[in-house]
């Protein structure tokens, strides 16, 4: 294999240092073509000097200035803002692009990247979800190839690759249930430490508190349907705690081909950078003599009620999706700012969904950005309608 040159953007979270630990054990196959973050530059610029990108670029215009001093004269370009970010997207010198900006600020540079024709390793689902048609067919049009990094996800392509569609009956999504599938009694008191504490993944604090609520799992249901072109109906979604199998395949005949593997990002991550080969990679394996049990439950909807409120979003169509997203996101950062209870999320999810007006029919990227901004803006009204009847 060639040296292949990957963007990250996102290069400071938790995806974007997993990925650069898969650079770092790859013996000079992968490179680094660019790196973006948000704000952290002190992080920013420990990455560049480390792997002595062409382009590094945050989004907050303050940030790019200190991380221009702080790499002048190393001959590395540094820009800022949604230019940067497309620029790092484009990039003619990279062979991949991982996007990895958590929420829908991942939206337009994964737009980017796709009509540029590059091939995309997707963690943002959030893109998917708002412009799965957007994106999916600009892929298409412009050659490019996209490659689910999200772990279900990559599990399901791995196991459906080279395999006729019409043999697969059902797409099985597994999910950890996350902090609180064996808590007893009510949510409404749940703190944002109590919901970081994930049991068996490792990550950023908005896709851990999605993880939480099982926003995270209607998230996934919808880019899995936008990856593998299935429909809703044929995906299940299934609990299992253990988050060591990660997908399934029900085949027409009744075998169920799973796809199981220590709960470590670097290896679905490693799949998508090497793809469409392997490389070995030095961390550890899955043992299956000393596993012990693997355990599988139904979700329960009445107490996550998430889930089927991304599966309503998505039957509505249009700009439901991105509307679902943007009220998900602007009531997950209220929670963790503690302005807003846990099973208040979905409350104002629902609430979002129930008043706004949603454009039908396949929204435009215009159309699907102004839903964002609107539904950012009825969710935090409908917050402030929750914390006014929580004083009174
Ligand atoms: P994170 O919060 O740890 O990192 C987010 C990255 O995006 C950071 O580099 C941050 O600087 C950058 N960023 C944030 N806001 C930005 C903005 N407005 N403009 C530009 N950059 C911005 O998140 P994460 O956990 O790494 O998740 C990233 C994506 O991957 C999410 O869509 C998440 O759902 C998905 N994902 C994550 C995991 C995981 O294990 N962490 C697993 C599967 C999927
Ligand atoms: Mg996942």
Not at 109 to 138: C, D, F, H, W, Y
Not at 349 to 358: E, M
Request: charged fraction near 20%.
């Amino acid at each position: 294999m060639q040296l292949r040159r990957v963007s990250i953007l996102g290069s400071t979270g938790s995806i974007g240092e997993s990925a650069l630990d898969v650079v770092r054990t790859s013996g000079g196959m992968l490179g680094i073509a660019a790196l973006s973050a948000g704000s952290n530059w002190r992080r920013l610029a420990a990455q560049a000097r480390e792997f002595r990108p062409l382009l590094v670029t945050v989004t907050d215009d303050t940030a790019a200035r200190e991380l221009g001093r702080e790499l002048a004269g190393s001959g590395i370009r540094v820009a800022a803002g949604g230019e940067g970010l497309e620029e790092a997207a484009t990039l003619a010198e990279a062979d991949i692009v991982l996007s990895a900006i958590v929420g829908a600020a991942g939206i337009l540079p994964t737009l980017a990247a796709a009509r540029s024709g590059k091939t995309i390793a997707l963690a943002n689902k959030e893109s998917l979800v708002a412009a799965g048609g957007l994106i999916t067919a600009a892929v298409r049009d412009a050659g490019g190839i996209l490659l689910p990094v999200d772990s279900e996800h990559n599990a399901l392509f791995q196991l459906l690759a080279g395999r006729d569609a019409s043999e697969v009956s059902r797409l099985v999504l597994t999910a950890s249930g996350g902090p609180f599938f064996r808590r007893e009694g009510s949510l409404e008191e749940v703190t944002p430490e109590d919901a970081l504490r994930h049991p068996s993944w490792s990550m950023g604090a908005k896709v851990t508190i999605d993880s939480a609520t099982l926003m995270n799992k209607g998230l996934e249901v919808i880019e899995a349907h936008w990856l593998f072109g299935v429909p809703l109906e044929r995906i299940t979604v299934v609990i299992h705690p253990q988050s060591i199998v990660h997908g399934a395949l029900e085949m027409t005949d009744g075998a169920l081909l799973a796809h199981l593997s220590p709960p470590d990002m670097r290896i679905p991550i490693a799949a998508a950078l090497y793809y469409p080969q392997r490389f070995e990679l030095p961390w550890q394996r899955l043992d299956l003599a000393t596993l012990g049990s693997l355990e599988f439950f139904p979700p329960d909807h009445a107490r996550f009620p998430a889930l089927e409120l991304a599966y309503a979003a998505f039957s509505r169509g249009g700009t439901a999706p991105a509307v679902l997203n943007a009220a998900n996101e602007v009531a997950v950062q209220a929670f963790l700012d503690r302005r807003l209870r846990f099973t208040a999320i979905t409350e104002v999810v629902a609430d979002v969904l129930a008043r706004g007006t949603v454009d039908s029919g396949s929204p435009d990227i215009d159309m699907i950005m102004a839903a964002d901004v609107a539904a950012r803006e009825a969710a935090a009204e409908s917050i402030r309608v929750i914390q006014a009847s929580r004083r009174s």
